[in-house]
């Protein structure tokens, strides 16, 4: 089963960083928080490198 990319949104600055790099993966939420939509919606290596090692607070993380 895939893994799934999850924000943990206590520690998101809104940087919508995320979002731009992967639009088809992360949304901002009303909150001004990111949060994943569909995980299959780029590849893990996408994922890994465009979002969860790009993001400034490293909040990004895998859920297997
Ligand atoms: S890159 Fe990180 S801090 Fe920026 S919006 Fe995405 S999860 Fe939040």
Known sequence: MAKTPWVDKDECIG???CVNNCPNVFR?????KAECFD????TE???QSEAIDACPVSCIHWQE
């Open 15 to 17: 940087c919508e960083l």
């Open 28 to 32: 901002m939420d009303g909150d001004g």
């Open 39 to 42: 995980a299959s919606g780029a």
């Open 45 to 47: 290596e996408e994922i």
